[in-house]
């Protein structure tokens, strides 16, 4: 009688379990993990910069603020051909400099005479915000805009009184020109300027002259969609450096407290840390040229093809965003040099990344989670950033095999994380067969949302990804293998 209950409880207890099976939920997420609007960032990868004002004309770099609007005049402006420019490079987004540190308005705003309106551009009709921002949506891109915080012309910088300034132009922008997706927040403040005819220096406490908290909390009332960039966040953080380079070990989370827009730690900007409280994506911005406006005398000097392929690499291959600066001409158009290296930039791009050699191979891991198709180990090589493979709780170290089926030639590797559920991986290793045992070929730190690694030229048939370090449940969504196009350095 015992014996026929056992059994008749175990057919009766089957269908249970295998109908919870088929719902199981996905992995806990870490207590930090993205937005969605951060994750829908980070998948853009490359965005860009538009560095146009006054100094495109006075041939500078920090305008003073005493220029005469007169002299912004482009004689062909014209900001579709900007776009298409930054298109032909894989930029799915750019951000114009509505106010540099001059102070000089690309737009008729209501509260200076330093803009566009008092120069012949369009005879003072013009508007070069507009033009962007309708540029930018006619062509499918999202367009963001930088207002500076340091003006170096309004007689009030440094008192209360610019403070209101600074905020009725954050107004203006958010609320007469549409959707803006980014808002970028430089972190030069203070020092030498015109400042309405004082001609002096002026310095400001950068932790609390701009009340950032209420200033920020403004702006995502007026737009609530709307990324933030500066040194400390909110959504988007500045890596330290503008050279384009993330660390090497670099952690999308981040602890704000530590940070102070200005005046934070470089290195610790470069690499976050795993522990942070905040999720802040790392943005790695560089210019095409030396410098971040047009200066004739750089028109030999712009960044060469393969050079934004390194720089790609150690921004995108390091899990931050490329955000590439292309400063228009005093025509008003971006250089033909300029075009030409970007595009071809994206075309190496392309080509190495056109075939994934590990697309639909056979996978096997020395554990998945629940036994359960959902974390099954092939789902790192469907290419999709959906599906994922996971293990049990507390199963470290972790492997998964890519079995190819025969001898692939390939030095690139590209691996990601699932960041909806947060970073997880700290160190992990790239293994070959060599005999009998497995041989390490690369010994990495963190991963985050992609991380690519170039290698000598390996030939194999079999390739194992080993999680040595991680501070939650291992998962991995994709491992792929590539050719390096011939035309990469």
Same mark, same amino acid.
């Given at each position: 009688?015992?014996?026929?209950?056992?059994?008749?409880?175990?057919?009766?207890?089957?269908?249970?379990?295998?109908?919870?099976?088929?719902?199981?939920?996905?992995?806990?997420?870490?207590?930090?993990?993205?937005?969605?609007?951060?994750?829908?960032?980070?998948?853009?990868?490359?965005?860009?910069?538009?560095?146009?004002?006054?100094?495109?004309?006075?041939?500078?770099?920090?305008?003073?603020?005493?220029?005469?609007?007169?002299?912004?005049?482009?004689?062909?402006?014209?900001?579709?051909?900007?776009?298409?420019?930054?298109?032909?490079?894989?930029?799915?987004?750019?951000?114009?400099?509505?106010?540099?540190?001059?102070?000089?308005?690309?737009?008729?705003?209501?509260?200076?005479?330093?803009?566009?309106?008092?120069?012949?551009?369009?005879?003072?009709?013009?508007?070069?915000?507009?033009?962007?921002?309708?540029?930018?949506?006619?062509?499918?891109?999202?367009?963001?805009?930088?207002?500076?915080?340091?003006?170096?012309?309004?007689?009030?910088?440094?008192?209360?009184?610019?403070?209101?300034?600074?905020?009725?132009?954050?107004?203006?922008?958010?609320?007469?020109?549409?959707?803006?997706?980014?808002?970028?927040?430089?972190?030069?403040?203070?020092?030498?300027?015109?400042?309405?005819?004082?001609?002096?220096?002026?310095?400001?406490?950068?932790?609390?002259?701009?009340?950032?908290?209420?200033?920020?909390?403004?702006?995502?009332?007026?737009?609530?969609?709307?990324?933030?960039?500066?040194?400390?966040?909110?959504?988007?953080?500045?890596?330290?450096?503008?050279?384009?380079?993330?660390?090497?070990?670099?952690?999308?989370?981040?602890?704000?407290?530590?940070?102070?827009?200005?005046?934070?730690?470089?290195?610790?900007?470069?690499?976050?840390?795993?522990?942070?409280?905040?999720?802040?994506?790392?943005?790695?911005?560089?210019?095409?040229?030396?410098?971040?406006?047009?200066?004739?005398?750089?028109?030999?000097?712009?960044?060469?093809?393969?050079?934004?392929?390194?720089?790609?690499?150690?921004?995108?291959?390091?899990?931050?965003?490329?955000?590439?600066?292309?400063?228009?001409?005093?025509?008003?158009?971006?250089?033909?040099?300029?075009?030409?290296?970007?595009?071809?930039?994206?075309?190496?791009?392309?080509?190495?990344?056109?075939?994934?050699?590990?697309?639909?191979?056979?996978?096997?891991?020395?554990?998945?989670?629940?036994?359960?198709?959902?974390?099954?180990?092939?789902?790192?090589?469907?290419?999709?950033?959906?599906?994922?493979?996971?293990?049990?709780?507390?199963?470290?170290?972790?492997?998964? /095999?890519?079995?190819?089926? @025969?001898? #692939? $030639?390939?030095?690139?590797?590209?691996?990601?994380?699932? &960041? =909806?559920?947060?970073?997880?991986?700290?160190?992990?290793?790239?293994?070959?067969?060599?005999?009998?045992?497995?041989?390490?070929?690369?010994?990495? /730190?963190?991963?985050?949302? @992609?991380? #690519? $690694?170039?290698?000598?030229?390996?030939?194999?048939?079999? &390739? =194992?990804?080993?999680?040595?370090?991680?501070?939650?449940?291992?998962?991995?969504?994709?491992?792929?293998?590539?050719?390096?196009?011939?035309?990469?350095?």
């Amino acid at each position: 009688m015992k014996k026929l209950f056992t059994f008749s409880f175990k057919l009766l207890l089957f269908p249970v379990l295998f109908s919870c099976a088929e719902k199981i939920p996905d992995i806990d997420p870490n207590p930090v993990i993205p937005s969605e609007n951060q994750v829908k960032y980070q998948q853009m990868e490359i965005v860009g910069f538009i560095h146009f004002t006054v100094n495109t004309f006075t041939d500078k770099e920090w305008g003073y603020g005493d220029e005469d609007p007169s002299i912004f005049n482009p004689s062909e402006l014209d900001a579709e051909q900007w776009i298409i420019a930054a298109k032909s490079g894989g930029m799915k987004h750019l951000i114009l400099t509505a106010k540099h540190h001059d102070g000089f308005c690309l737009w008729p705003s209501s509260y200076t005479e330093h803009s566009i309106k008092n120069s012949p551009y369009k005879n003072g009709n013009g508007d070069i915000v507009r033009e962007f921002v309708d540029a930018c949506r006619k062509h499918g891109l999202k367009a963001g805009l930088y207002l500076s915080p340091w003006d170096r012309n309004h007689k009030d910088y440094g008192t209360p009184e610019y403070f209101t300034y600074f905020r009725n132009q954050l107004t203006e922008l958010l609320t007469q020109y549409g959707e803006i997706n980014e808002i970028w927040f430089d972190g030069a403040n203070g020092g030498t300027g015109f400042y309405g005819g004082a001609n002096e220096n002026r310095q400001i406490d950068r932790e609390t002259y701009y009340d950032w908290n209420n200033t920020i909390a403004m702006v995502k009332e007026l737009q609530p969609q709307v990324l933030i960039f500066s040194d400390a966040g909110p959504d988007i953080r500045w890596v330290g450096n503008e050279k384009g380079y993330a660390g090497e070990t670099f952690w999308s989370t981040i602890n704000t407290d530590n940070l102070i827009i200005g005046n934070s730690d470089r290195v610790y900007l470069n690499t976050g840390e795993p522990g942070g409280k905040h999720w802040i994506v790392g943005q790695c911005d560089v210019s095409i040229r030396p410098g971040w406006f047009y200066h004739e005398e750089e028109d030999s000097l712009v960044k060469s093809p393969g050079e934004l392929v390194d720089i790609y690499y150690k921004s995108v291959g390091r899990n931050a965003v490329l955000l590439l600066n292309l400063p228009p001409d005093k025509r008003g158009l971006i250089h033909e040099n300029d075009v030409a290296s970007l595009t071809e930039f994206k075309d190496i791009i392309d080509e190495t990344y056109a075939e994934n050699l590990a697309a639909g191979a056979a996978c096997y891991a020395s554990n998945h989670r629940f036994n359960h198709s959902k974390f099954s180990p092939g789902n790192i090589t469907d290419n999709s950033t959906e599906t994922y493979w996971a293990v049990d709780d507390n199963v470290l170290p972790a492997g998964i /095999t890519v079995d190819l089926g @025969k001898e #692939i $030639l390939f030095d690139r590797i590209l691996l990601q994380e699932p &960041i =909806r559920f947060g970073q997880r991986i700290s160190s992990f290793e790239i293994q070959i067969p060599n005999g009998n045992e497995w041989e390490t070929i690369y010994e990495g /730190t963190t991963i985050g949302y @992609k991380r #690519i $690694l170039r290698l000598p030229p390996v030939e194999t048939s079999r &390739i =194992r990804l080993k999680i040595t370090g991680a501070n939650n449940t291992v998962t991995i969504s994709n491992l792929g293998l590539f050719k390096a196009s011939l035309r990469e350095p």
